[in-house]
């Protein structure tokens, strides 16, 4: 295992997986999907089938989706599909039930954050929030840069949530029962910093946001 290779992981956990199904005209027969990631960018895209080639030596096919607004990064080898199963990757639906592999807890720690950093490249959105304070009756408009990560998974969250603190990023955590998601916000600009240096991003929108917003 190396940083690309967990990278990776961390990405199909987040934004991939793999798939088996029936043949519509031949039910005996299954055919086998590994999805990389889906991302609306391009360019993002790109750059994780050229990582892949690279880690694992496939090839790999970018299609858009026909009604979804992104592209796919798959494989439809079979064998393909039994490598990443054996990764540890969930088959089929995996929003809740998704948490790291059982040999998450033996990796050192730079493979841990390359593997949390791709989930973050494919779940985590960066925000510039506002908000109106009253000040000696005067209302004085604030904002702030926060790196937001939602997912459905408690266990997921949870195992992000412990690597997080042991790097030194503070963070709040949030469960929102309507909507059955778990958040986690990085907001002030130590944690911010410090997540940039320590995780970062691969994904260039994402990367390009969290630069500019930290420094206005």
Do not use: W
């Not at 408690?154 to 958040?183: C, D, H, M, V, W």
């Amino acid at each position: 295992m190396n940083c690309g290779k967990a990278y990776l992981i961390g990405l199909m956990l987040a934004d991939g997986g793999i798939y088996s199904y029936r043949d519509k005209n031949y039910p005996k027969t299954y055919h086998r999907q590994v999805d990389f990631v889906a991302d609306k960018s391009l360019d993002f895209v790109s750059i994780i089938s050229k990582l892949v080639k690279q880690e694992f030596n496939i090839s790999t096919k970018i299609k858009k989706h026909s009604s979804a607004n992104c592209y796919y990064v798959s494989n439809y080898e079979k064998n393909i599909f039994f490598k990443f199963a054996r990764f540890g990757i969930p088959k089929g639906e995996k929003t809740h039930k998704i948490t790291f592999p059982f040999y998450f807890k033996g990796l050192s720690l730079e493979l841990k954050l390359a593997m949390i950093k791709g989930i973050f490249d494919g779940e985590a959105t960066i925000i510039m929030r506002k908000e109106n304070h009253k000040l000696k009756g005067k209302i004085k408009s604030y904002q702030y840069p926060i790196i937001e990560l939602k997912m459905s998974s408690p266990k997921i969250i949870e195992q992000i949530a412990e690597t997080l603190k042991e790097i030194g990023i503070s963070f709040n955590k949030y469960f929102y029962f309507n909507k059955k998601r778990f958040e986690i916000h990085i907001r002030d600009r130590f944690s911010l910093e410090n997540f940039k240096q320590k995780i970062g991003f691969l994904h260039p929108i994402k990367k390009e946001k969290l630069e500019v917003y930290c420094y206005k």
